[in-house]
């Protein structure tokens, strides 16, 4: 856990660093030597002791149980991907780890029909035994946890959050009763040090941890600069499959999925789509072998004294360095969300954009709209009545309304 948390070394160079050595504690001891061969200038500091100790003093007081590479339970797929975490924490049913999962990621701003559809999906794949990974976000993704959740009793299925901040932060901050659940009946995961608050930063690393985790991942309404992009693209690089929810071409949340569908990703219209492709690639006895490429006996007990001199260590070291600026890992939403000095726009102002939000072109049940706004059923005719006077939204026949296309 020191060498993990030690300054330039990212999960690439660790991983370098223990093929080489064999362990964590003879790659400590190297240090010396690979700091005074090193011409870089992303010069390797060892972390203190005493904030590794710290740390774990922390996890503990939140009952989050550290999970390092290597250990049984450690995710056999997640340990696939180049950049898998050195160790990560977790609170909940661990065991959820070790059993087959399905990424579902999507737009924060969801509408009800995305969210729906978000929950549909869930819960046929945690009623088929399956695991739902996702990342506590608004929208898609709380629908998805939601949907996983209220299954989890009547099959062997479950859910999976995967944090952007330490795992006992939560964030946003109405999931709180989610996040309990989350706790209580799933399990909720994160690589950053408990108490650690969610930056912009933190979640394209949080995005590869969901796609490693899962078989493929599914995209349910995403804008072109959407970080549900970034997790379809982390899928495609790591060897999964992407899939992606159609939309209509007027709907900007629509574009990313079409975008991905157009590029090669499977159309997803229901869960067989998903299942069957589960079904396929557990036929595949390379992807569930017993041998694990990250477990105790598997390391090197001692070092490869057959390579050139920290060649590779600072290659990786490169290529960590590499990742954490790649201009592509940006989710400008996260930084909108994350500022601390919120402007406070009129109250009203701010209920009619979210309950506008909800709406898509396709026509969506009132009673549907008002069950998922969570507002009264005056306060949403009321201000449906004031969209329709502004010429943003339309009724049709059975009690239904959606946006106008522009």
Known sequence: ???????????????????RFGSARAAIEALPDIIAHSKATRKIILANREDTVAEIETAKACNAKPIIFG???????????????????????TELLGKTSIGIVGARNASANGCGFARKL??????????????????????????AIQGTSLNAGGTIAVLGGGVDVIYPREHQELYEQLCDQ????SEMPPGLKPQARHFPRRNRIISGLSLGTVVIEAGRNSGSLITARFAAEQGRDVFAVPGSPTDPRAAGPNSLIRDGAILCDSADVILDAIRSAEQNAQLFEEFHPFNTNARKSSADTTLSPYDEIFASLDQDAAIRNDKNNTQLVEKNELSQKISEPDLALKTTERLYELLSSSPLLIDELIRTSDLPAEQVSTILIELELAGRVERHPGNRVSRIAK
């Open 122 to 147: 869930s819960h046929e794949i945690t009623s088929a035994g399956y695991v739902v990974v996702s990342g506590m976000a608004r929208g898609i993704d709380g629908a998805a946890h939601s949907a």
């Open 71 to 93: 250990d049984p339970e450690y995710p056999h797929l997640l340990a696939r991907i180049e950049d898998a975490p050195p160790y990560f924490y977790a609170i909940g049913k």
């Open 186 to 189: 799933g399990c909720v995961i």
């Open 1 to 19: 856990m020191r060498l993990a948390r030690s300054s330039n070394i990212g999960p690439v160079t660790f991983r370098k660093m223990l093929d």
